[in-house]
């Protein structure tokens, strides 16, 4: 199963606590990972993504194993790491704002 | 004997307010949605446990949270617990793999054939053109007879219309696609549509306010749409009498009279008495005619109130003296309001959505402060009382009469 840790606002918005846990098919990759999430998370839509464009949001961020994956294509497969489950993929907020 | 309900949205979240017809003593409920901007909640007239509540962020967007029980508990109607994934599954009339998508939070500007209304530009702050790009909702407003139409006004302007409860949203794009449209151009705020006002007596006319474009009203449920500033003059656009580019900033009316609108310009208090044709100025007397919100007494059409800001410049009252103005005439003879207000030291704002009025006799009027105050007065203004001084600053305030 992949890992997915989200912040902490879209916790309370999908009514879950600590890690998602979704079953992906490979090859495991931002997008597949998101579509799962979305389908399983409905009202997730629009708040990683945009509703229209499916591009990130400018204020959401992605790391895998320590890394920024922010501006990798969606299509590239992530660490085998993620894929295996070992590591969790990380949407986080960017710290800004009051 | 009534209850009121006031609906605070603010920077942190939504606040309820509720007490009876006395006004005096408060139950608080809240934060809802903590942590979130709540630009707008308001409650539908034709059934006051419906309320729709805009729930925002700069980091995930646009988010419609809906309750059918006065506040208690709310939902996202286009993805109701019982339409998660374990209830996903093969329709067997279609074969089609059935999952709800989040329907309730998507604005998407409507560019389909059918209306011709192309994704266009607007004018950017540099001069430049700038596409359409949508933000989040200002302002909700539910129709006065049916709890399951709403609609939403929302940054990039534009006019958005829900008929099943806020599940699905479909831009109104006559609006966005008038032909005015490339000179609009954003206020400091954003480019948004913040004023929705439906006519009671005729749900084919509505009237919206963009800043900073100016009014619009249409006659035909929001297929065309026409601008309604004539009068108006603003001396920070090239020609201050231009058909538009000036930011309105609040628009009202009484029920009972939907051809005299009030207005508070970014400067000047204006009135109208022919559904907007024409507008001309009455701020009178007041010690300065900035401002942002403007309302109107529930049981006296001529009466109005607002609340003086310095200027432009510095959002905030004159003097350091919070004071509601009053008009008993419909505009030009004012007086302060001050008793029960910080006359010292008090440098808050008051925004354009923050004030409201409720349907008692004694009306009551109601307004929040960017300091996080909500005042109350019970009395048509002549004395005023904190309900709470605490909250994070205050974007809007409604009012619920429920008898």
């Known amino acids: ?98 | 004997m009534a209850t009121i309900r006031v609906l605070v949205g603010t920077r942190k979240g939504a606040f309820i307010l509720t007490a009876d017809g006395k006004r005096k003593d408060w139950k608080v409920s809240g934060p809802h949605f903590a942590g979130w901007e709540i630009y707008h909640l308001k409650g539908s007239p034709a059934d006051p446990d419906r309320i729709y509540a805009s729930q925002s962020s700069s980091w995930f967007g646009q988010v419609i949270q809906r309750s059918n029980d006065g506040g208690k508990t709310w939902e996202q109607p286009g993805t109701p617990r019982e339409d998660w994934v374990e209830n996903a599954g093969m329709n067997p009339d279609t074969g089609e793999f059935v999952m709800p998508k989040g329907e309730s939070n998507k604005f998407v500007y409507d560019t389909s054939p059918e209306t011709g209304r192309p994704l266009t530009t607007h004018q950017w702050y540099d001069g430049t053109q700038h596409p359409w790009e949508f933000k989040r909702v200002w302002h909700l407003e539910p129709s006065p007879h049916d709890p399951d139409v709403v609609y939403a006004g929302v940054e990039d302007a534009a006019l958005f219309k829900s008929t099943d409860g806020g599940k699905t949203w479909r831009e109104l794009a006559g609006l966005r696609g008038h032909e005015s449209g490339p000179q609009w151009q954003p206020g400091a705020g954003g480019m948004c549509l913040h004023t929705i006002v439906l006519d009671p007596n005729d749900p084919e006319r509505i009237f919206v306010a963009i800043s900073a474009a100016g009014a619009f009203r249409t006659d035909d449920g929001g297929k065309t749409w026409r601008p309604i500033n004539r009068g108006l003059v603003s001396q920070f656009i090239p020609n201050p009498e231009a058909e538009v580019g000036h930011c309105v900033h609040r628009i009202a009316f009484h029920p009972s009279r939907p051809d005299t609108l009030f207005m508070q310009k970014h400067w000047d208090v204006m009135r109208s008495d022919d559904g907007g044709a024409t507008w001309y100025e009455v701020s009178g007397n007041l010690p300065t005619d900035f401002g942002f919100p403007i309302d109107v007494h529930a049981h006296e059409p001529e009466t109005i109130y607002v609340v003086p800001i310095k200027s432009d410049s510095e959002h905030y009252p004159p003097d350091g003296k919070l004071r509601v103005y009053r008009s008993r005439t419909g505009g030009h003879e004012w007086e302060p309001l001050t008793k029960g207000l910080p006359q010292e030291n008090c440098y808050v704002n008051v925004l354009r959505d923050a004030m409201a009025v409720d349907l008692l006799d004694p009306c009551g009027i109601y307004f929040g402060t960017t300091g996080g105050q909500v005042y109350v007065s019970p009395d048509s203004g002549d004395t005023w009382a904190p309900i709470v001084r605490d909250l994070p600053p205050v974007l809007s305030v409604e009012v619920q009469t429920i008898r």
């Open chain 1, 1 to 98: 199963m992949i890992r997915v840790v989200l912040p902490q606002h879209l916790r309370t918005l999908a009514g879950v606590d600590g890690e998602v846990l979704l079953a992906v098919d490979a090859p495991v990759t931002q997008r597949s990972i998101l579509d799962a999430l979305e389908a399983r998370y409905p009202m997730l839509c629009g708040t990683i993504r945009d509703h229209a464009t499916r591009k990130r949001r400018p204020l959401v961020r992605f790391f895998a194993c320590a890394e920024d994956v922010s501006h990798e294509s969606p299509d590239a497969p992530l660490p085998d790491a993620i894929a295996r489950g070992d590591e969790p993929f990380i949407v986080i907020g960017a710290v800004a704002g009051g």
